[in-house]
């Protein structure tokens, strides 16, 4: 089982980029965020293809915070569907995955609060 992610989410500018990767990382949620400003989407959205530029947020986080990370991006961002695609981590260094591990763990004695959505 894999126990590290990587999200993509594009959004639509620096500011709503910078200020969903602080709260991510503030959070806990994640370890880092990366910023890559700009790319050029070409996408489809309610029957016409668009082409513009958005900002992509690259999030290193642990599969355990994945339903937090998304639910924190989805209240945070702008777009009425955010991206938010999760890559499932199969390898890397272990002295960073060791650190996203670090950085995204609660001191102890603190208490997580699960994100759970409500089903009807």
Request: aromatic share 4%; charged share 20%.
């Given at each position: 089982?894999?126990?590290?992610?990587?999200?993509?989410?594009?959004?639509s500018s620096t500011e709503e980029a910078e200020r969903i990767g602080h709260t991510l990382v503030n959070r806990k949620l994640a370890a880092c965020?990366?910023?890559?400003?700009?790319?050029?989407?070409?996408?489809?959205?309610?029957?016409?293809v668009e082409d513009g530029q958005e900002v992509l947020l690259i999030?290193?986080?642990?599969?355990t915070h994945l339903d937090a990370v998304a639910a924190?991006?989805?209240e945070?961002?702008?777009?009425q569907v955010p991206e938010i695609i999760a890559v499932p981590v199969v390898a890397g260094s272990q002295a960073y995955l060791k650190w996203i591990d670090e950085e995204t763990q609660y001191?102890?004695?603190s208490v997580k609060i699960s994100v759970t959505p409500k089903e009807d």
């Amino acid at each position: 089982m894999t126990t590290h992610a990587v999200v993509l989410v594009t959004t639509s500018s620096t500011e709503e980029a910078e200020r969903i990767g602080h709260t991510l990382v503030n959070r806990k949620l994640a370890a880092c965020v990366n910023i890559v400003n700009p790319i050029r989407s070409i996408y489809r959205w309610q029957g016409q293809v668009e082409d513009g530029q958005e900002v992509l947020l690259i999030i290193k986080t642990t599969a355990t915070h994945l339903d937090a990370v998304a639910a924190k991006v989805t209240e945070l961002h702008s777009y009425q569907v955010p991206e938010i695609i999760a890559v499932p981590v199969v390898a890397g260094s272990q002295a960073y995955l060791k650190w996203i591990d670090e950085e995204t763990q609660y001191p102890s004695g603190s208490v997580k609060i699960s994100v759970t959505p409500k089903e009807d």
